[in-house]
Each structure stands twice: as C-alpha cells, then as structure tokens.
C-alpha cells in the first residue's frame, strides 16, 4: 500500500518571515485524514527569511530533528545549547520533560531552508537532550541518519525509528527492504524520483504500509530524499 499526497495538497501558512509546508497537522492547519504516520508527527517545510525566526518557545515528550537543506539555523536552548546547523548535518532536540529553545536564520542576505520533523518518543518524561552530527556521505545511496542507537553520522531518537537520507543523480537508486509489519514514509526534499515506479516531486510523500522493499530511483540530478523507517501501527 502506498498513499501519494503531493505537496500542494499540504497544509500552508506565510506568515511572511516565515514559509511552511505542513505534510501533517500542525498549529491552525488541522486535517484528520493526516496527523501523522505511526510515530512520525510533523514535517514541516520551512523557509526563514534572512536575519529572522522561531522565538523561545517550548516543547515536551518529542524528538525534533533538523535537517538543513540551503542557508543555516542557529540553535540555542535552555539546557545551554548554543550551535549553527548548516546543510550536511543533522540536529536532534529530545524535548522530553521539557525544553525551551530558539531558532534563527542568522543570515542577513539568504533565506534558510529546513526540514522541521517531529517524532513521538516511546517514553515520556525523559531528560531532555541535545545531539549534533555531520552526516555521513549520501551521495549515491541512502545513508542512516537517525536510529535508537545513533551512531557515526547519526542522531540518536528515543524510538524505534530509522531515518535514511540519500542525494541522487539521474538514474542512480537504491532498494531500502523493509521487516514485516513496519510502515514507512518518504519526504522528497528536492528533484523528482520514482518510488516502486510511482513518480514524485520536491515537496511530495508517500505512507508506505505493507511493502517489503522501496525501490527509489531519481529522474533528474539532485534528487533529494528522506525515508522513515516506522515500527507497526498499534
């Protein structure tokens, strides 16, 4: 079973400084039919405007991860977190019992481009945490960048959750098999790529349930991916 929304049909606000795409409910967007994807909770597409963004704001019991695409997002926390994330690292935020934060565009000139990703943890009420990696290469192949373990080149989230990263040119793939039962989900960032010969574009998903392989394969140089690897539905 795979489900194609395609990223028009999203959920969209402007707030003018900011520019976010919603793959599930979020804030006033609210849509029943999407409110997520097993333990996955929200993607959202964000564009900051140079020299703007997120005031100190609060969360609990989520893993936020940060995946940069163009432009950078400067970080800073109330565990006395202070960092840049730039494209070719990834950001996990365990908001747990609770954490305040911050995220600004610190770029006077260029926009930043980010995927925002929020995911339920298995537990509630950890000690909130903060994790940076460089991630590992991606060009060509899909690359972990997220697991319960975290590891070289990966963040570590408190579920049990894979998520792979890959960059492609025209004609390059790979095969991603999946364990029975597990669901899955595909963001495309940027360019187009057929999964299981279905063709996608920048900003598109797919709910991925009972398939025992992804084969994603690009249409054009660049095409950027991600792909979440879920436990079964309850």
Same mark, same amino acid.
């Given at each position: 079973?795979?489900?194609? %929304?395609?990223?028009?049909? %999203?959920?969209? #606000?402007?707030? *003018?400084?900011?520019? =976010?795409?919603? =793959?599930? =409910?979020? #804030? /006033?967007?609210? /849509?029943?039919?999407?409110? *997520?994807? *097993?333990p996955l909770r929200v993607i959202n597409d964000d564009t900051v405007a140079p020299g703007e963004g997120f005031p100190t704001h609060g969360h609990r019991d989520m893993e936020i991860i940060s995946y940069v695409l163009d432009g950078a997002l400067e970080h800073r926390d109330s565990l006395g977190t202070g960092s840049v994330i730039r494209p070719g690292e990834v950001q996990r935020m365990s908001a747990g019992r609770g954490i305040l934060h911050s995220e600004y565009n610190p770029s006077r000139t260029e926009p930043a481009h980010f995927l925002q990703i929020w995911i339920e943890p298995a537990v509630r009420g950890l000690a909130p945490g903060y994790e940076q990696v460089a991630l590992p290469a991606r060009t060509g192949r899909l690359a972990l960048v997220a697991s319960p373990q975290g590891g070289a080149g990966a963040v570590r989230v408190h579920q049990d959750v894979r998520v792979y990263a890959g960059r492609f040119a025209a004609g390059q793939g790979e095969t991603l098999n999946l364990l029975p039962g597990r669901l899955a989900y595909v963001h495309v960032a940027r360019g187009r790529l057929t999964l299981n010969g279905l063709v996608l574009g920048p900003g598109d998903g797919a709910r991925i349930g009972a398939e025992p392989e992804l084969e994603l394969a690009a249409l054009e140089d660049g095409a950027e991916v991600l792909v979440f690897d879920l436990p079964p539905a309850d």
């Open positions: 079973m795979i489900t194609l %929304r395609h990223a028009q049909e %999203r959920g969209h #606000a402007n707030h *003018g400084w900011l520019d =976010s795409w919603h =793959s599930f =409910s979020f #804030a /006033d967007y609210f /849509d029943p039919v999407h409110m *997520g994807w *097993g």
